[in-house]
DNA sequence: TAAAATAATACAAACGTTTGTATTATTATA
DNA sequence: TATAATAATACAAACGTTTGTATTATTTTA
């Protein structure tokens, strides 16, 4: 006794008219007489009549979902991301699907893939950790299917459209910060040496010392290498605990690599900010909440999310002859002061 | 010069066959020649063949996508019930659509009403701080579409399953804990009255201290009003300022509130945890990082998505005549300590 | 008041699959 | 070698819409 849907077809029937005039009434297109309108309104509504995606997607050849791949979904960032996709999505009448690739270059193909069977009109994705190819993304371009990429962006994609911020230029406004308040001995505390967001945010650091002229010392540079988060911890404080000179300042290239870091300085008696001051890179959002708290580098998560919805919605509603040329954002980072460089009360915009 | 995709047709008239049959071979389907389904999947291969995926829905009725509609995106409890919710559907070959209510109830029924076109083949959803009544929920179960609720749940739905933690329990547990290790002086710091949740949180609290012989002291208590996060550390700090008696102890019905006690306390000179401990409840999973770290009562967020699906699947895979009776399924949480409690150090379940 | 113009509606194909039934080809049986 | 049994395939309807074109009903015009 399973309740059949109340489709067109039942309150064509019941009125004696035809599926095409409902469907054209409920679409209050002036080609149906303004009483046939009505009358079909009013008997959709009693009958509880729902329109079916699926048939409507399979006819118009649109399903209205954007697909979106992210490398984890535990990761304040990629939250706020997709809070922004999904806040330009909604408001433009499209759905998002999210997966997660889970830093896998195989998920993440596998995921594409699955995009590809027409479920959505447009793809959204942050490549993860270890894709260091882009046939596959390609694949999907060659199928006209709008692809938008954000964030770790190692090499662009021809045909699709990217959104970025500015690594370097944001940690080297982070590390001259450190400079302009004379603190000398910067540690860098970086990712692993193949992503290009690390390699742009070491380079920030480098170009910041040769800019005020402090040398480079070698000691003070650590590039964290575990994928896992387990093992961030360990690798952190050993760096840090087998200084031979003390540093008076810290930039991590992530968020997470600066609380460990702070956590393991105060367990060595570090005053924070007085004897090392510390700015992070992502803004947890949570950051705040802690004692000391961690001032930081903060992304624009939520912005880039909003970007890219906004790049590929645009791809999905060009005509079908017109040709977008392919755009690559770079959105601005800003510096977000609290307890761990609280020495000076600033909040500037890099 | 839209490139059109490969379909059966296209197949089918390449190798001069019928549709119906590459349809099959595609399924290995035993009906068709073995050489026929070779020459299907060599040919579907070499055409680059994708099938279409809503085609395919509209033609089984069945999307296998599940529906998600949580309060938010951005609270770590939500982002890892979705997890689990994920980790169990893809593994059994569905995806999952996520919308957040933003705690709306206007929101959530929109989004409820939004899924009830067909394109989600059951629901899974956790109601919003302000959703009172349940209709909008009972006439998606009256046209047959399987919902499982978990977390937040003001009062049972019929018809549908529930996945739930037992939070008088959980408080319970909590509160006796700090009476054994002998703090007598316990805040209790909970939510807006109105949510069930909350009230059970409270009454595990008052039995605790029943239990022992402790007496209730109204100054004590407090709860937290504001859904906004911008002012939970007003009104916290506020209540912890003006109390006449110092606590030794604090139960606090979310980490959040927890996180910002702790805050707070420590600005006003206790330590912890000799002075003061702290558990709070959720987990956020990054309690750990800092320091003090807070000791928590540990919600299977992870699990309780996982249940959920499994619940949901089972619901969807079930043949049309049967009918599966419905399911309330109450998970167990955990303390775990961190330093805002480590005067000794257990790890017990409740 | 009949023809022309236009408004309103009906018909039917299309979207790309699946699947029950009909048909044809092949093999087995007598 | 004709016939039955079975294997392989083809046909066609169905899923629930949309939309171009054909048809019918109504109004306008002469």
């Known amino acids: 006794m399973k309740k059949r849907r109340v489709k067109l077809e039942d309150i064509a029937r019941k009125l004696n008219i035809s599926i095409a005039t409902v469907s054209r009434a409920l679409d209050k297109n002036p080609r149906v007489k303004l009483a046939t ?12 009549y729902m329109p079916n995606q699926i048939a409507k997607s399979l006819s118009s050849g649109k399903t209205n979902i954007i697909g979106v791949i992210i490398p984890r979904y535990d990761e304040p960032f990629f939250i706020e991301a997709c809070r922004g996709i999904d806040h330009y999505a909604r408001s433009h009448n499209y759905k998002i699907l999210i997966s997660s690739s889970r830093n896998s270059f195989d998920f993440e193909r596998e995921n594409l893939i699955s995009f590809e069977r027409g479920l959505v009109d447009g793809i959204i994705l942050c490549p993860s950790h270890d894709t260091e190819t882009f046939a596959h993304i390609r694949s999907i371009i060659d199928k006209e299917i709008p692809v938008v990429l954000f964030d770790n962006i190692r090499e662009m994609v021809k045909g699709a459209d990217h959104v970025l911020i500015n690594d370097d230029k944001a940690s080297f406004s982070a590390v001259e910060f450190f400079i302009k308040n004379g603190r000398k001995n910067i540690a860098f505390i970086g990712g692993i040496k193949e992503k290009k967001v690390f390699q742009d945010r070491y380079k920030g650091y480098l170009e910041a010392l040769k800019k005020h002229n402090i040398p480079i010392d070698k000691e003070m540079i650590f590039h964290c290498n575990s994928i896992d988060r387990e093992f961030e911890d360990d690798e952190i404080s050993g760096f840090l605990k087998k200084l031979s000179k003390k540093p008076d300042a810290v930039f991590t290239c992530t968020d997470n ?7 393991t300085l105060i367990k060595m008696g570090y005053k924070i900010p007085e004897d090392i001051a510390i700015i992070g890179f992502g803004d947890l959002g949570l950051g705040d909440v802690f004692v000391p708290s961690l ?10 999310g909003k970007k890219a919805a906004e790049l590929l919605i645009d791809q999905l509603n060009k005509s079908e002859e017109e040709t977008l040329p392919k755009k690559v954002i770079k959105l601005k980072t800003h510096l977000v002061h609290r307890d761990s460089t609280r020495f000076k009360k600033v909040n500037f915009h890099i």
């Open 37 to 48: 309108r009505e009358k079909v309104l009013k008997m959709a509504q009693a009958m509880g």
């Open 257 to 263: 690599y600066g609380l460990l870091a702070m956590k």
């Open 295 to 304: 001032s930081c580098v903060a992304q624009p998560s939520f912005e880039m």
